[in-house]
């Protein structure tokens, strides 16, 4: 077949998850076809892809992609540096936000930066940050990606995700003047609130009390940065350019 076709590339699909497997099948394809490079698949699971140096050393060929989930966007060109942060447990901070510049809309993330420095970050906004992060991709992928969870080892009880879908319709089982001014959830409202969602009680202050810190850590930023721009000097403070 590739006597016939002459393709330009050929390619291999490596499992990551395979270990030594993966170089001997490598070293034996590499033998039997001019394999060009690699795809090596399954590096949103607990392995780290140290497979992935030894095929580059055994066949002197690259890895050009690789596969860190299941739908079609999930396959990224593969970076070396990258991938020796992420053996090295720490983390994929370029990649993180190579993903979250895709789904987050530039307008969006404007309006946003001007309702934290005015103090005005509500649940619709919260909402909106919830969403963005889902469609980054599972979420232990994405927090693995950042250099203070990368080293963690978490694992899928450490980070649930059915909490952040549980978040999403208790948030949209509010009415917009709920949403837009939290201060009015008495507990009749969150009682409403959470047989709406399918929730409890608990969970609806669960998700206030998260809403609540997030809110408080922002403000802190802020005045952080005001205090910079009065000094003129200091560090400057994500979010606030």
């Not at 307008?107 to 005015?118: E, H, M, S, Y």
């Not at 709406?196 to 408080?216: D, F, K, P």
């Amino acid at each position: 077949l590739a006597a016939a076709l002459q393709p330009q590339e050929v390619f291999l699909v490596l499992d990551a998850m395979t270990g030594q497997d993966a170089v001997n099948v490598a070293q034996e394809f590499a033998q039997r076809l001019p394999v060009t490079g690699f795809i090596l698949t399954k590096l949103d699971g607990d392995t780290r892809g140290g497979a992935a140096l030894s095929v580059r050393a055994v066949t002197g060929k690259p890895i050009k992609f690789v596969g860190v989930g299941e739908k079609p966007e999930m396959l990224e060109p593969f970076h070396p540096d990258r991938m020796a942060a992420r053996i090295l447990g720490m983390g994929d901070l370029l990649s993180f936000i190579e993903r979250a510049q895709q789904v987050v809309d530039e307008k969006q993330a404007l309006a946003l930066q001007q309702k934290i420095r005015a103090n005005r970050f509500d649940l619709e906004d919260f909402l909106n940050q919830l969403q963005n992060v889902r469609k980054m991709g599972p979420l232990q992928q994405v927090l693995q990606s950042l250099p203070f969870f990368g080293g963690r080892g978490l694992s899928a009880d450490d980070l649930d995700e059915r909490e952040l879908i549980r978040f999403q319709a208790i948030i949209q089982s509010m009415t917009r003047e709920e949403r837009r001014d939290p201060s009015i959830l008495n507990g009749s409202r969150r009682r409403r609130i959470a047989r709406g969602s399918g929730t409890t009680v608990q969970e609806v202050n669960a998700l206030i009390s998260q809403y609540q810190q997030l809110r408080r850590l922002f403000q802190e930023a802020n005045e952080i940065e005001t205090g910079r721009r009065r000094r003129g000097r200091g560090m400057r403070v994500p979010f606030f350019r």
